[in-house]
């Protein structure tokens, strides 16, 4: 799912840090505290809180309103918080008024998960064979056969360009297909080509000036959705596979976070986060300006992009071994205390259908089930349009199937306070004063103390 801009650049150079983490169920709205008999004879109600862009609270708005058309005898509040999210959250859930459905950060739903306070949709799969035909890396198991549910949508990492300054610069298009990737050599000297200062110097030329950069040739920045599809082609994760053994002191990870760093401080192909600004503008605006001419950005900004009367391209990411990006999404969840769980399941699966939704095709959102990047039909549902680019089927439909891993953030326990840890030790290398193995290799040996605790299952068996 996606979040607003600044949610979204928070997860991309951040991590969780910045994240903000009703009637059905306990019979009481928001807003005037009623209650609700839920008996046979009265239209059932159900309430979906969520968050998003302007374009998204429109699509869920305009998604439970046809729900309610086709769904004869129940009506759904639309609740939208683009603000606070979880704080409130959190306030509905203490004072027991939250909503029946809403979208849902991770962690949040595997500790409610865990204290009772979510539906198990496991039980429903055989009934539901879209539920149960899911890419695997989107549920979100706590436990053997008890899933919460999935992401919302499904979203992959990417390489985004403007072909404008792409084509003034003399660099071919980034490659659309895993097997043809930049290695990362090729990716900087790319990037170098795309770099000018005022008067037009690159940064590999005698003359240039570093404070006075005109446009960069790619923002990539250090926040974990960047730094992790690195990882995985230099074929290691975050953690080992257990989830309690750090891998970030390891060789292959120093280099990676050492190579990013690098993009800013010594190649200065890249900005840095001061040059960003704490208000860093969209990717669509940076592409648009010419303020850079590469981004390593996630699916959620084609909607921007496709709406940005831009010549713009996508391109699968750089690589190392194996050309790898992540999948990842926010989830939505059902509160077991709702009135009417058989509804709020079909509200459930109706909310993330492409076929009801137009937020897929316009280029937001991704689907979940399989069928969607491996038959034809089902491909042309979502992508023949002209908000997805001509190389969108090997760049983001095969690029998923065949070359993805989950977002670690999803499936690590203790994430909240690993974070806690992970971030401001991030932002130490991402300041360009301190080499990365000075970080990182510290920076393992407290999380291979306590707060490494395990993953969630992979699976429900």
Same mark, same amino acid.
């Given at each position: 799912?996606?979040?607003?801009?600044?949610?979204?650049?928070?997860?991309?150079?951040?991590?969780?840090?910045?994240?903000?983490?009703?009637?059905?169920?306990?019979?009481?709205?928001?807003?005037?505290?009623?209650?609700?008999?839920?008996?046979?004879?009265?239209?059932?109600?159900?309430?979906?809180?969520?968050?998003?862009?302007?374009?998204?609270?429109?699509?869920?708005?305009?998604?439970?309103?046809?729900?309610?058309?086709?769904?004869?005898?129940?009506?759904?509040?639309?609740?939208?918080?683009?603000?606070?999210?979880?704080?409130?959250?959190?306030?509905?859930?203490?004072?027991?008024?939250?909503?029946?459905?809403?979208?849902?950060?991770?962690?949040?739903? /595997?500790?409610?998960?865990?204290?009772?306070?979510?539906?198990?949709?496991?039980?429903?799969?055989?009934?539901?064979?879209?539920?149960?035909?899911?890419?695997?890396?989107?549920?979100?198991?706590?436990?053997?056969?008890?899933?919460?549910?999935?992401?919302?949508?499904?979203?992959?990492?990417?390489?985004?360009?403007?072909?404008?300054?792409?084509?003034?610069?003399?660099?071919?298009?980034?490659?659309?297909?895993?097997?043809?990737?930049?290695?990362?050599?090729?990716?900087?000297?790319?990037?170098?080509?795309?770099?000018?200062?005022?008067?037009?110097?690159?940064?590999?030329?005698?003359?240039?000036?570093?404070?006075?950069?005109?446009?960069?040739?790619?923002?990539?920045?250090?926040?974990?959705?960047?730094?992790?599809?690195?990882?995985?082609?230099?074929?290691?994760?975050?953690?080992?596979?257990?989830?309690?053994?750090?891998?970030?002191?390891?060789?292959?990870?120093?280099?990676?976070?050492?190579?990013?760093?690098?993009?800013?401080?010594?190649?200065?192909?890249?900005?840095?986060?001061?040059?960003?600004?704490?208000?860093?503008?969209?990717?669509?605006?940076?592409?648009?300006?010419?303020?850079?001419?590469?981004?390593?950005?996630?699916?959620?900004?084609?909607?921007?992009?496709?709406?940005?009367?831009?010549?713009?391209?996508?391109?699968?990411?750089?690589?190392?071994?194996?050309?790898?990006?992540?999948?990842?999404?926010?989830?939505?969840?059902?509160?077991?205390?709702?009135?009417?769980?058989?509804?709020?399941?079909?509200?459930?699966?109706?909310?993330?259908?492409?076929?009801?939704?137009?937020?897929?095709?316009?280029?937001?959102?991704?689907?979940?089930?399989?069928?969607?990047?491996?038959?034809?039909?089902?491909?042309?549902?979502?992508?023949?349009?002209?908000?997805?680019?001509?190389?969108?089927?090997?760049?983001?439909?095969? /690029?998923?199937?065949?070359?993805?891993?989950?977002?670690?953030?999803?499936?690590?326990?203790?994430?909240?306070?690993?974070?806690?840890?992970?971030?401001?030790?991030?932002?130490?290398?991402?300041?360009?004063?301190?080499?990365?193995?000075?970080?990182?290799?510290?920076?393992?040996?407290?999380?291979?103390?306590?707060?490494?605790?395990?993953?969630?299952?992979?699976?429900?068996?």
């Amino acid at each position: 799912m996606s979040a607003t801009i600044g949610r979204r650049r928070a997860l991309q150079l951040g991590g969780l840090a910045g994240l903000a983490g009703l009637a059905g169920c306990s019979g009481k709205s928001l807003g005037d505290g009623g209650s609700g008999s839920g008996s046979s004879g009265e239209a059932k109600q159900l309430q979906f809180m969520f968050w998003g862009s302007t374009a998204e609270q429109k699509a869920i708005t305009n998604m439970l309103k046809a729900f309610g058309q086709e769904k004869s005898g129940v009506t759904v509040k639309p609740v939208f918080t683009p603000a606070d999210y979880d704080t409130k959250l959190n306030a509905l859930v203490a004072s027991n008024r939250q909503p029946d459905l809403c979208y849902m950060q991770s962690p949040m739903g /595997y500790r409610l998960a865990e204290q009772g306070k979510l539906v198990n949709l496991y039980p429903y799969f055989d009934k539901y064979p879209d539920l149960a035909n899911r890419l695997p890396g989107t549920y979100f198991w706590w436990d053997k056969g008890k899933t919460y549910g999935t992401q919302s949508a499904n979203e992959i990492m990417s390489l985004w360009y403007s072909k404008a300054a792409l084509k003034d610069a003399g660099v071919e298009t980034p490659p659309a297909e895993a097997d043809k990737a930049w290695n990362w050599d090729t990716f900087v000297q790319n990037a170098y080509k795309l770099t000018l200062d005022q008067n037009g110097k690159h940064p590999d030329e005698d003359g240039f000036d570093p404070k006075r950069i005109r446009q960069y040739g790619v923002s990539a920045g250090l926040g974990p959705t960047v730094y992790q599809p690195l990882l995985l082609s230099r074929g290691i994760n975050f953690a080992d596979d257990t989830g309690r053994k750090s891998m970030l002191d390891s060789p292959e990870a120093i280099e990676v976070f050492q190579n990013l760093a690098d993009l800013m401080y010594k190649h200065r192909v890249a900005p840095t986060p001061a040059q960003l600004g704490n208000n860093a503008p969209s990717t669509t605006v940076q592409l648009k300006t010419r303020r850079v001419a590469m981004v390593i950005d996630g699916q959620w900004t084609l909607l921007d992009l496709a709406q940005g009367k831009l010549e713009f391209g996508m391109g699968v990411l750089p690589k190392y071994d194996k050309p790898m990006t992540i999948t990842l999404g926010g989830a939505t969840a059902i509160f077991s205390s709702t009135k009417h769980e058989q509804e709020a399941v079909e509200l459930y699966l109706f909310h993330d259908n492409p076929t009801k939704v137009d937020l897929f095709s316009t280029g937001l959102w991704m689907p979940l089930e399989k069928r969607y990047y491996t038959d034809p039909k089902d491909i042309d549902v979502w992508t023949k349009n002209d908000a997805h680019p001509a190389e969108y089927k090997t760049a983001g439909v095969d /690029y998923t199937i065949n070359n993805s891993a989950p977002y670690f953030y999803q499936k690590l326990r203790n994430i909240d306070a690993i974070d806690k840890v992970l971030t401001p030790a991030i932002q130490v290398i991402q300041q360009g004063k301190t080499p990365a193995a000075d970080v990182l290799k510290p920076l393992a040996s407290k999380l291979n103390g306590s707060l490494l605790q395990g993953t969630y299952p992979t699976n429900g068996s």
